[in-house]
């Protein structure tokens, strides 16, 4: 039988020893929303304004839930008489309701914005929800599962990469863990129907990921039937380990940080920035600490409950594919060996990166070198694209060409293999390197731009931690992220499958893409694309700034006119 103590003893150790890794990828989950959004939430609420004269805060709307966006899209007032069943529903199954759609909230605010104006609106509007449910369903849940996968690889040694993140998205893996985690949401929410059910079910499919990471060739019927076995006489003390978290590592650390940052804010006449600055030191704390501290024990949970399966002899325990997961590995020192001296034959799907022969400290040519440029170019554009979309609910060809590329996304990315090779075996250092590189070349471009041409293509004034709005955190950090997916990952992928090419046709695709290059190069120095969506942002900062004056200005009119 488990103890918590000694649970979260051992979890804490296991993080602690792989600390860089494990938070790097709790980071991933946040960003993308497949786990941990809430510790992350801090860099989008993040109140600018406290930090700006008041002639330069501009007005925001006000973020709606999606529940609330769902009513307003159907034309739908809850609270008008005419719906009492929506009235009911407002307020039992909201909270439900945005909590289970969090990984679409874009895709709901995209809806909002678009207002349906046209058949256009309708099939991108369409086409990004299909998109989200598609990303969400087949690759966020096989993410989550990796995730899974890394913990219990770092229960048994060290050394580990994140490249185990990947391993449920070798041929045909990824599609089975998909449907394991899509019938266990499925699940979840008809459950959820139940309100009661709900929670009680939230803990006995818990073991589902775990399953699936180890064996994600199991059949996703039996991992619902072996996680209700597992968890059967554990849930409470499962909901008790919870608590203790929440009271301890989010409640009181969140209750202080906000209280002392009142008091600083009532002292220093700063209230709103002191009680921003301690939002974000909470979410740092999760960020940096509580998310990989949780993970690790509940990785250790698994381990324990899984003993505990092959100790009764259960014939689901077949399912259990990879001896060295067991419950006793923790209690000696982890085999402190490279990746490519660990053998475990056995377990049929071990290290995704090895398998696939992807060499981080691979050579790239020069012909390699242009055709991954243009890559990662038309990559960023595709991104851009897919993000004002989302964001604004209208497709725009962003950036200063014409063309389907935006360069600091291929200058970027070449740099980085072509400068950082040295920092590749140090995955944090090529984060932070990357972040620093890529800043530069973002903050000179931009500069560089609106000195030649008197145009900003991107403005991040308000951001958290923005520099003369050309740079901010955010974007540095998904920079970062960005490259090290590029180093370990898309680059020798695509150069691998690049090598594969013929000199002769490396050289023909090199030719014509530069040349259509230059071509759109020169082109655009004199007829450079802009316009809505595009360099519009000066315009809508002096709007802004004109309506935050409008109530002033008219207040000031009516004073004149009482005091004739």
Same mark, same amino acid.
């Given at each position: 039988m488990w103890q918590r103590k000694e649970l979260k003893r051992r979890g804490k150790r296991q993080f602690l020893r792989n600390w860089a890794a494990t938070v790097a990828v709790c980071f991933i989950l946040a960003f993308t929303g497949a786990e941990f959004a809430g510790s992350a939430d801090f860099i989008g609420q993040f109140d600018p304004s406290a930090m700006l004269p008041d002639d330069q805060v501009a007005i925001q709307a006000v973020s709606l839930s999606n529940w609330e966006l769902l009513l307003e899209w159907l034309r739908i007032d809850p609270m008008d008489g005419t719906h009492p069943m929506w009235a009911a529903a407002d307020q039992?199954?909201?909270?439900?309701? !945005?909590?289970?759609?969090?990984?679409?909230?874009?895709?709901?605010?995209?809806?909002?914005?678009?207002?349906?104006?046209?058949?256009? !609106?309708?099939?991108?509007?369409?086409?990004?929800?299909?998109?989200?449910?598609?990303?969400?369903?087949?690759?966020?849940?096989? /993410?989550?599962?990796?995730? @899974? @996968?890394?913990?219990?690889?770092?229960?048994?040694? !060290?050394?580990?990469?994140?490249?185990?993140?990947?391993? =449920?998205?070798?041929?045909? *893996?990824?599609?089975? /863990?998909?449907?394991?985690?899509?019938?266990? +949401?499925?699940?979840?929410?008809?459950?959820?129907?139940?309100? $009661?059910? &709900?929670? $009680?079910?939230?803990?006995?499919?818990?073991?589902? =990921?775990?399953?699936?990471?180890?064996?994600?060739?199991?059949? =996703?019927?039996?991992?619902?039937?072996? +996680?209700?076995?597992?968890?059967?006489?554990?849930?409470?003390? *499962?909901? $008790?380990? !919870?608590?203790? &978290?929440?009271?301890?590592?989010? &409640?009181?650390?969140?209750?202080?940080?906000?209280?002392?940052?009142t008091a600083i804010g009532l002292a220093t006449g700063d209230v709103a920035l002191c009680q921003s600055l301690a939002a974000a030191a909470a979410g740092l704390l999760s960020l940096l600490f509580v998310n990989g501290y949780r993970s690790a024990t509940d990785a250790g949970l698994y381990a324990a409950l899984r003993q505990a399966q092959l100790d009764a002899g259960t014939p689901l325990s077949a399912l259990f594919v990879v001896p060295a997961f067991g419950e006793t590995a923790p209690a000696g020192e982890k085999p402190r060996l490279p990746d490519a001296d660990v053998r475990l034959p056995e377990d049929p799907v071990f290290h995704y990166a090895q398998r696939h022969k992807l060499d981080y400290n691979r050579h790239y040519g020069l012909r390699t070198l242009i055709l991954l440029f243009f890559t990662f170019a038309f990559i960023g554009w595709v991104w851009e694209v897919a993000l004002h979309i989302v964001t604004k609910g209208m497709f725009v060809n962003r950036g200063t060409m014409l063309g389907p590329w935006l360069p600091i996304y291929g200058a970027g990315g070449a740099l980085v293999l072509l400068l950082l090779k040295k920092l590749f075996t140090r995955p944090v250092a090529t984060f932070l390197v990357s972040m620093v590189l890529c800043s530069v070349i973002e903050y000179f471009s931009s500069w560089y731009l609106e000195v030649t041409k008197g145009i900003r293509w991107w403005d991040y004034s308000g951001y958290f931690m923005n520099l003369n709005g050309r740079i901010c955190l955010e974007g540095a950090v998904i920079f970062g992220l960005g490259c090290c997916a590029v180093v370990y990952f898309a680059g020798p992928l695509l150069g691998g499958l690049l090598d594969r090419l013929s000199p002769a046709r490396q050289n023909t695709l090199c030719a014509v893409l530069l040349t259509l290059f230059v071509a759109d190069l020169a082109y655009s120095h004199f007829h450079p694309n802009a316009g809505e969506g595009i360099t519009d942002y000066n315009d809508w900062q002096q709007d802004a700034a004109r309506d935050a004056l409008l109530p002033e200005a008219a207040n000031d009119s009516v004073t004149a006119i009482l005091s004739e």
């Open positions: 039992s199954l909201a909270p439900a309701f !945005d909590t289970l759609t969090a990984p679409f909230s874009a895709f709901f605010a995209l809806l909002e914005r678009s207002r349906f104006a046209g058949w256009l !609106d309708i099939a991108l509007a369409a086409l990004g929800i299909a998109g989200g449910l598609w990303f969400t369903i087949w690759v966020l849940s096989a /993410v989550s599962v990796g995730a @899974r @996968r890394f913990l219990l690889e770092s229960r048994v040694r !060290d050394n580990i990469s994140i490249a185990a993140m990947f391993t =449920p998205f070798q041929h045909g *893996c990824w599609r089975n /863990v998909a449907k394991g985690m899509f019938l266990r +949401s499925l699940f979840l929410l008809l459950w959820a129907c139940t309100i $009661v059910g &709900f929670p $009680v079910k939230l803990y006995s499919y818990r073991m589902v =990921p775990y399953i699936l990471a180890e064996n994600p060739q199991a059949r =996703p019927a039996e991992t619902l039937r072996l +996680s209700r076995q597992m968890m059967r006489g554990n849930k409470w003390r *499962c909901f $008790v380990l !919870d608590l203790t &978290f929440y009271l301890h590592w989010t &409640f009181l650390p969140l209750l202080a940080s906000t209280v002392l940052g």
